[in-house]
């Protein structure tokens, strides 16, 4: 090849395009279905969160009612969100207080060296009478008239759609919905105990 002929393919080198695009597409691809699964993983969690907000509000109130199916009020939350987060697991718990004032308050104790926790040997109110001393007053289970409840669903999943540039990037996530509700004045409200212990 003349120098000549080696010249003018150098000069068309700049002008081609041949290939270009598959070459761009190669480049933009990766990036581009990346952040596709980014979008879709943010927003089947975001959709999923509402929705069990929604439910454990919803069940939460229904419970509130004196002849409350605590059990069908579970099965509505996991029905709602089933759908969004196929393969859930769920744990709920409930807990009841005398007053909103209460909820996850420690008993009463007499803290004779001050350091927050009730020790051995120091004195005691047996307010949820259970027999020994709690760090939570609230009593397992739906409580009774009057009583504050507060309703915690935590669901456990494998996202659908698994972004490895997220934060939190491990095989299965959890999120929890609280609800608090006051039931409604079917009875005279029982009320805390108040008998004495020691720790």
């Known amino acids: ?12 080198l700049p002008k081609a395009q041949d290939g270009v695009g598959a070459i761009e597409f190669a480049i933009v691809a990766p990036v581009f279905l990346l952040l596709l699964m980014g979008i879709f993983d943010i927003g089947q969690m975001a ?3 509402s929705i069990l907000s929604g439910a454990v509000e919803k069940a939460a109130r229904s419970s509130a009612m004196e002849a409350a199916n605590t059990t069908a009020a579970d099965q509505m939350v996991q029905d709602a969100i089933k759908p ?12 009841g207080y005398v ?3 209460d909820v996850q308050r420690a008993e009463k104790f007499t803290d004779s060296n001050s350091n927050g926790t009730c020790d051995p040997g120091e004195p005691y109110v047996d307010e ?3 027999g020994h001393w709690e760090a939570d007053v609230g009593v397992s289970g739906n409580g009774g008239a009057n009583d504050v409840v507060l309703y ?22 959890t999120m929890t919905a609280i609800g608090v509700r006051k039931n409604q004045p079917f009875a005279t409200q029982q009320g805390y105990g108040s008998s004495a212990g020691t720790c």
């Open 99 to 101: 007053d909103f004032s």
């Open 1 to 12: 090849m003349t120098q000549k002929a080696r010249f003018a393919a150098l000069s068309r």
């Open 128 to 130: 949820n009478r259970s």
């Open 84 to 95: 969004i987060l196929p393969g859930a697991t769920f744990t709920s718990t409930r807990v």
């Open 47 to 49: 959709y999923a969160r």
């Open 152 to 173: 915690t669903v935590t669901v456990t999943y494998k996202p659908v759609f698994r972004a490895n540039i997220l934060r939190n990037t491990t095989e299965t996530r």
